[in-house]
T-cell receptor, first 109, second 114 residues
Framework: QQQVKQSPQSLIVQKGGISIINCAYE??????FPWYQQFPGKGPALLIA?????SEKKEGRFTISFNKSAKQFSLHIMDSQPGDSATYFC????????FGTGTSLTVIP | DTGVSQDPRHKITKRGQNVTFRCDPI?????LYWYRQTLGQGPEFLTY????????KSRLLSDRFSAERPKGSFSTLEIQRTEQGDSAMYLC????????????FGEGSWLTVV
């Protein structure tokens, strides 16, 4: 059973545009929601994370929006750049981390 | 570099052989995780340790897989009698304490079973 559902599977955005990736979870025991960025051949690297007591967290061009009642959270990448082209994973954590299936983002110059 | 270190980075083995991967976590981290990732998929939980104790194992972890973390420092993941379906990237991660603390991944160990 997929603990975290992520969409879309792939995303193409023009340079300067906004990239939006969505995730949903079921287990209300999860208390930490990170996003990871992964480049080919590399391990995932933490991008930004949020706890369920806040509805939004912003770090530079990256923002997480969190809706506790809907059990959904999303990543917004503002002013998307070609260097942002990578695979993005959402995760939900309790004692262990469960990952979404990933979104392949391509930013076109 | 004081990040999570994994060795070897790449391993090609014949079906039926045994392979072992090593992970050195960030030094002050007491939790260590093993994940498996195949192309186009997210990391899939295999097992985790708190110090030297293995606290949880996924049902995905068949009897051919065994992990150890002697003395609560580095960890090894051994796969016995490898099968082609074991071909994947094996990721190690570590964190300080329980949930709410970020896990940091290593670069992964690629396994190809031929």
């Amino acid at each position: 059973q997929q603990q975290v559902k992520q969409s879309p599977q792939s995303l193409i955005v023009q340079k300067g545009g906004i990239s939006i990736i969505n995730c949903a979870y079921e287990n209300t025991a999860f208390d930490y929601f990170p996003w990871y960025q992964q480049f080919p051949g590399k391990g995932p690297a933490l991008l930004i994370a949020i706890r369920p007591d806040v509805s939004e967290k912003k770090e530079g061009r990256f923002t997480i929006s969190f809706n506790k009642s809907a059990k959904q959270f999303s990543l917004h990448i503002m002013d998307s750049q070609p260097g942002d082209s990578a695979t993005y994973f959402c995760a939900a954590a309790g004692n262990q981390f469960y990952f979404g299936t990933g979104t392949s983002l391509t930013v076109i110059p | 570099d004081t990040g999570v270190s994994q060795d070897p980075r790449h391993k090609i083995t014949k079906r039926g052989q045994n392979v072992t991967f090593r992970c050195d976590p960030i030094s002050e981290h007491n939790r260590l995780y093993w994940y498996r990732q195949t192309l186009g998929q997210g990391p899939e939980f295999l097992t985790y340790f708190q110090n030297e104790a293995q606290l949880e194992k996924s049902r995905l972890l068949s009897d051919r897989f065994s992990a150890e973390r002697p003395k609560g420092s580095f960890s090894t993941l051994e796969i016995q009698r490898t099968e082609q379906g074991d071909s994947a990237m094996y990721l190690c991660a570590s964190s300080r304490g329980r949930s709410g603390n970020t896990i940091y991944f290593g670069e992964g160990s690629w396994l190809t079973v031929v």
